[in-house]
């Protein structure tokens, strides 16, 4: 099915350790997004990419670094995981047309 | 820089009755996008309608409408006939694009609880 895919689905890292969270779209779409879910504050964006090769900072980047390795694929590096990046974290791209496709999101907690 | 504000935490209704979600929005740029997305517990993030700042007509997707007040900047979601289906929050989300680069702005949410 058509669709943005993220992986994984949930992980647990401790204090210190670094990850990356990896997304794919295959909708052929130039814009993809992510962002961060807490409880009571929506979604947050943290970087996004307007084409393949170029991102640029949202909302909330401190701490994060971003890859857009190609038109398909845009990846999310933390660094040196603090527990206040515990959060759901959601991919999304965008199309020619107005719709956003999310995907199903990513459950990260940090200890 | 642009704003989405969601006044209402929480809404419980009854099953059957109609039921409006309240979203008002700030922005300086004339040209901008207004999406409404439901979130089921389940987590993901479901499209549900669209409208655009030109558009002279409100819009519609089945149970779904959007009443836009641009003179008022808001742009409240209606469901018609809720359904125990409907419970999940509710997010307003505004796209605006600046220098080329879109981006999409969501308010805080609303939790609806449809009671049988």
């Known amino acids: 099915n058509a669709g943005v895919t993220q992986t994984p689905k949930f992980q647990v890292l401790k204090t210190g350790q670094s990850m990356t969270l990896q997304c794919a779209q295959d909708?052929?779409?130039?814009?993809m997004y992510w962002y961060r879910q807490d409880p009571g504050m929506g979604l947050r964006l943290i970087y996004y990419?307007?084409?393949?090769?170029?991102?640029d900072k949202g909302e909330v980047p401190n701490g994060y670094n971003v890859s857009r390795l190609n038109k398909r694929e845009f990846s999310l590096r933390l660094e040196s995981a603090a527990p206040s990046q515990t959060s759901v974290y959601f991919c999304?791209?965008?199309?020619?047309?107005?719709?956003?496709?999310f995907g199903s999101g990513t459950r990260l907690t940090v200890v | 820089a642009q704003k989405i504000t969601q006044t209402q935490p929480g809404m419980f209704v009854q099953e059957k009755e109609a039921v409006t979600l309240d979203c008002t929005y700030d922005t300086s740029d004339p040209s901008y996008g207004l999406f409404w997305y439901k979130q089921p517990s389940s987590g993901e993030m479901i499209f549900l309608i669209y409208q655009g700042s030109y558009d002279q007509q409100n819009a519609t997707e089945g149970r779904y409408s959007l009443n836009f007040q641009k003179a008022r900047k808001s742009a409240n979601l209606v469901i018609s006939a809720s359904q125990l289906g409907d419970s999940a929050m509710y997010f307003c989300a505004m796209s605006v694009t600046n220098f080329g680069n879109e981006k999409l702005t969501f308010g805080t949410g609303t939790r609806l609880t449809i009671i049988p």
């Open positions: 999304a791209s965008r199309g020619l047309n107005y719709g956003y496709t």
């Open positions: 990419s307007a084409s393949e090769g170029t991102t």
């Open positions: 909708m052929n779409h130039n814009s």
